[in-house]
């Protein structure tokens, strides 16, 4: 006998729980906890992304515009985006290429330049990076307080700010003076930010600055606000001469409403792009992308170049490929880009 109540006694104990486990279930006999795969599952929130976009100086339209641009996709999409200050274009591509940003602001000529190896990247070609989009047009400003400075060959012997040592500006600033047979020798160059350049004109430290950034910049339109700014035009002859020696500079006109300014300018301009490291992925692309044309117009009222916001314009780079996320985009739109 207390062999048998030994032997009944574990298979009781197994029974009971068995009926406990019973009570987890309905009455169908499937278990009421979700199984990987079901409606609860596939219910849960896409992951989210974070990436960086390396914009420029808090007082230029890069950080301005991108500001807007990561904060309507942030708000809009899984993939969220937090816009930095950064020296500006060949900062952003340095920072992609340590995989610090994942996404930049990039003027056109440089970003070629960094594929090529060449002036600011000499020697040390960097092309881990494809077009995502062409948003606007910078304009070559030649700002100054001086009203007897009316051509960019009066700036021979003057004071003359020409960007950050090695930038974008410094480039597009030599490109000018040399259309006009002169050199960095030939003028008094300091080398500051937008920011710096401005403060420098207001302080009487210099007599003109370039600045190449997308109309109105807000460091000039600070300073119009307070003074008569001047901005120099580049004659015809001069902008074909620019563009034959560098083609990507296209012919543009700034109004003189932009600036209250006498009279319209002449000058050139290139393309601000943004691009994105090759290892981002491509709906994250398609995210930034799709969002920021989908809402051209609540973008457009929140800052002034989303009113330049063009498709046509926007695949317009043959020279970089576009990454994968953006060629989807506008291949929905009919529109076929390089890829790499």
Known sequence: MGKTLKLITPILIIALLLAGCAKGSDNSGTSSTPAAGTAKAESAPAKSTELKFGTGGDQGTYYGFGNVLAQRVTSSTPTKVTAVTSGGSQDNIEQLDMNFYQLGFVQSDVMSYAYQGINLFQDFPVNNFSTV???Y?????????????????DLKGKTVSIGSAGSGVYYNAID????????????????????????????GKIDAAFVVAGAPTVAVSTLASTQDVHLVSIDQEHIEALIEASPYYSPYTIDAS????DEDCQT?????????????????VYNFVSTIFENKDAIAASHDKGNELDLTFASSIT???YHPGAAKYFAEKGITV???
Do not use: H, W
């Open 133 to 135: 989009a062409a948003l």
């Open 137 to 153: 047009m910078e304009q070559v400003q030649i700002v100054t307080l001086d009203p007897e400075i009316k051509t960019v060959g």
């Open 176 to 203: 000018c003076l040399k259309a006009y047979g002169l050199t960095e020798n030939d003028i008094k160059p300091t080398y500051q930010s937008f920011g710096d350049s401005v403060d420098s004109l207001q302080d």
């Open 258 to 261: 932009v600036y209250g300014t």
């Open 268 to 284: 050139v301009a290139v393309l601000a792009v943004v691009i994105a490291r090759d290892d981002v992925s491509e709906d994250d």
């Open 319 to 321: 020279n970089i490929p």
């Open 338 to 340: 390089p890829v790499k």
